[in-house]
């Protein structure tokens, strides 16, 4: 007698190609070894991996799960290692994603930083503004989720004392940023109020240059560099998820080192 129970068919595994960007993302964190399979997928998640947007629901289930993970052992006081001068690295490394010789830097003359969200004080800011905040010096050790680094020495306000100067709620959930080139990105709050988050104004000593953010990055030493957004124009504080750019585009959005 047959039985009346026929197993599921998997569609075709090359509707994987689709996902590629996801699937390596996974890869790296070690959430995926040995590649991944429909079955393998299915067996993870519970899901029916019948259709490109079930897989990609999927793949972006483990990525919360991971996320979770990571804030569920982040330890807001514990400091990230830190180097002596001689290391940091001038000018800093670029990443490869953009045509160095065709950025448009920021007009730093006209730029404000705007303010928005659960802010009590929303009046932008200048460049000549932050630079009367306390100013701290870190050397840090940046890692791109590509697999090269360096040394850098990066200076500015914390984060935490700027959030507090402009009465930002401190239980909110998110800090959010948008960016002059359109790649906008946000972190949990706990990492903005880490003492090694700053607002970085100054690369070694002398003003940002053009390239690496001028005249507002975010520089962490507790996450991955896509996490460090460039050329800030504007920070939220909220308690809806914000995503960005890379992340929406499946990397992991907690990005810990």
């Not at 509707?15 to 991944?36: A, N, Q, V």
């Not at 990230?80 to 920021?106: G, H």
């Amino acid at each position: 007698m047959k039985s009346p129970f026929r197993p599921t068919k998997l569609p075709d595994p090359r509707i994987l190609d689709d996902h590629r960007p996801l699937i390596r993302s996974l890869e790296r964190r070690g959430l995926i070894r040995g590649g991944l399979s429909l079955g393998a997928l299915t067996m993870l998640t519970g899901c029916d991996v019948d259709s490109s947007a079930s897989i990609d629901k999927g793949l972006r289930l483990i990525s919360a799960w991971n996320d979770r993970v990571q804030g569920a052992l982040f330890d807001p006081t514990k400091l990230a290692p830190t180097y002596p001068a001689s290391m940091v690295l001038k000018p800093p490394k670029f990443n490869a994603y953009y045509d160095i010789t065709e950025l448009k830097p920021v007009d730093g003359q006209n730029w404000r930083l705007e303010l928005a969200g659960r802010i009590n004080d929303k009046r932008p800011w200048t460049a000549e503004r932050l630079a009367t905040l306390p100013q701290v010096d870190m050397i840090i050790r940046h890692i791109c989720v590509e697999g090269w680094d360096y040394i850098g020495e990066w200076s500015g306000p914390t984060l935490r004392s700027f959030l507090e100067r402009v009465g930002a709620d401190l239980k909110a959930k998110y800090v959010a940023f948008k960016t002059a080139d359109d790649y906008p990105s946000s972190i949990d709050m706990a990492t903005a109020l880490h003492p090694q988050t700053l607002l970085a104004t100054k690369y070694a000593g002398e003003t940002l240059a053009d390239p690496f953010g001028y005249p507002l990055r975010l520089r962490m030493a507790t996450k991955l560099g896509y996490k460090n957004p460039k050329w800030i124009t504007a920070i939220e504080v909220t308690n809806k998820y914000p995503g960005g750019y890379w992340e929406n585009l499946g990397e992991n959005w907690f990005g810990g080192i």
